[in-house]
């Protein structure tokens, strides 16, 4: 811990602010400690420092038992809409942020999850069980390996220490890293309670830290309402596109920088299906795979409105309805370049032709778009390997000749494009059953190779890894019986 964090983790910055946004608090001590797994190429963005051996104390530090004297950890305050509902005390109930590292032009926070209980826990024990952290803890670096903005995950602490869920289970902590923790719901927070002043006191910071050239300008307020929607936009573009599915939507997840953040009930596609519902909670499927862009215009209007004790309802208005095409551009630009084709006008039926054939078909998702990239453009050529993915082999034969007139017109080289495409379609993402199998072998057989063999594929998902070439083929059929839900 000497080595690699005493030296330069301080309070984080947002203790700046005054404390009705936070609280104090200290982790409770974890019996029996044992870190699982530690991300050194997180831990590179934090110190250069970082020998091949991790000194002895490390544990201590990373699971909350040992903290530097000159931080103070604490928990953030917030609100949020949860399914549609206004919670007006919500919080940080199972996070402590510890405290922030700058380090070569960019400040980190790190936060504990599943250190124990907060002034917000809501008489729950404030942990966090081993299998969501596993989760959590693959996914965050998945996300990153794919190119999609999200929080990431320096370490993962297990023990034998009991919790008690739907079963006994055991806790873990993960250590979280992240510029910022802010979300929708912190703005929330203050302006249902009328406080205007604390509204203006947090867009300041939030600009002030993540904006700054916004300062000087007698707009700040509403350019960075639009700074929040692009990125959020951007987001769901990138989600959409890549098959992910956060499961959780409410506003206090909604990360104020445009960040993936709290990994709870996710899950990528296996076949294509736009109604998937990967939360077991979520019965009416508010947060269904394509329910997702709407809703996050949905809860970016929640934003808005938090905000108009800086901004003007027209103001907030006029930000707003800027999404829709943002969303939309980000979203063609992204499929456009997995089909490895110009986005012209031809773009957008050629796009939602496959959707369709794709969803009546129950294609595998991950899998067409890696294997598209070996398509052959000339007139006579069948593509048996891709059109035998398909039940309806006229239904693909159709879209094919599409697809070859559009490369033709755009003068698309097959080797060309085949690599451009195969570094924007993963061959490997963090599906249910992967986890699960990592889940497995840890808490029933002390065993985290697993975890380490995932997280070598996952960090780079669009090499081939030959190797492991049994982890990119569709997932077996038990797989269909994973239930997870916001306990999880």
Not at 81 to 97: C, E, K, S, T
Not at 236 to 257: E, K, P, R, Y
Not at 343 to 363: C, G, T, Y
Not at 478 to 488: E, F, G, K, P
Request: charged residues 20%.
């Amino acid at each position: 811990m000497q080595n690699l964090f005493r030296n330069s983790l301080r309070s984080s910055n947002f203790t700046r602010l005054p404390e009705k946004f936070y609280s104090h608090v200290k982790p409770t001590p974890l019996t029996d400690a044992k870190l699982l797994h530690f991300n050194r190429s997180a831990a590179k963005l934090i110190s250069r420092k970082l020998d091949e051996t991790l000194p002895s104390e490390i544990t201590k530090f990373l699971c909350g038992n040992s903290l530097p004297d000159n931080v103070q950890p604490i928990a953030m305050a917030y609100a949020g809409h949860q399914f549609g509902h206004y919670v007006p005390q919500l919080g940080d109930g199972r996070a402590i942020l510890l405290g922030g590292i700058a380090h070569e032009d960019q400040y980190w926070e790190l936060q504990l999850k599943g250190a124990g209980p907060t002034i917000y826990s809501r008489n729950s024990d404030g942990r966090a069980v081993l299998r969501s952290s596993i989760r959590e803890y693959l996914c965050s670096e998945a996300m990153h390996g794919l190119g999609i903005p999200t929080t990431r995950a320096l370490s993962l602490v297990g023990s034998s220490h009991p919790v008690y869920r739907e079963t006994v289970e055991t806790a873990a902590v993960v250590m979280r890293m992240s510029p910022s923790f802010i979300r929708f719901g912190s703005f929330e927070y203050f302006f249902y309670r009328g406080q205007a002043d604390e509204v203006r006191t947090l867009a300041d910071y939030v600009i002030a830290q993540h904006y700054p050239e916004l300062i000087d300008r007698a707009d700040k307020y509403s350019s960075f309402l639009h700074q929040v929607i692009i990125s959020t936009a951007k987001l769901m573009a990138h989600w959409q596109a890549v098959g992910f599915a956060h499961g959780v939507m409410n506003t206090d997840n909604m990360s104020i920088l445009g960040l993936t953040l709290d990994y709870g009930p996710f899950g990528f596609l296996d076949n294509y299906n736009p109604q998937f519902i990967c939360n077991h909670t979520d019965r009416a499927g508010r947060y269904a795979f394509d329910q997702q862009p709407d809703v996050a215009a949905w809860n970016l209007t929640r934003l808005a409105q938090a905000l108009t004790p800086v901004i003007s309802i027209e103001e907030a208005k006029a930000a707003l309805s800027t999404y829709p095409a943002q969303f939309a551009s980000a979203y063609i630009n992204l499929m456009c370049a997995k089909l490895g084709i110009n986005a012209d006008k031809s773009a957008v039926p050629l796009i939602m032709q496959l959707l369709d054939i794709l969803k009546e078909n129950q294609v595998d998702y991950t899998i067409f778009m890696r294997q598209l990239a070996h398509f052959n453009s000339m007139p006579e050529a069948i593509n048996e390997a891709i059109r035998d993915l398909f039940v309806d082999r006229a239904a693909f034969d159709s879209w094919a000749n599409s697809y070859k007139f559009t490369l033709q017109t755009q003068h698309s080289v097959d080797a060309v494009r085949a690599a451009q495409m195969n570094r924007t379609n993963p061959k490997y993402i963090l599906r249910n059953y992967l986890a699960e199998n990592a889940i497995v072998a840890a808490r029933d057989h002390d065993d985290t190779s697993e975890i380490d063999r995932l997280m070598h594929l996952l960090q780079s998902p669009y090499d081939e890894h030959p190797e492991y070439e049994a982890y990119a083929a569709a997932p077996p059929d038990w797989a269909q019986h994973i239930s997870v839900s916001c306990s999880s």
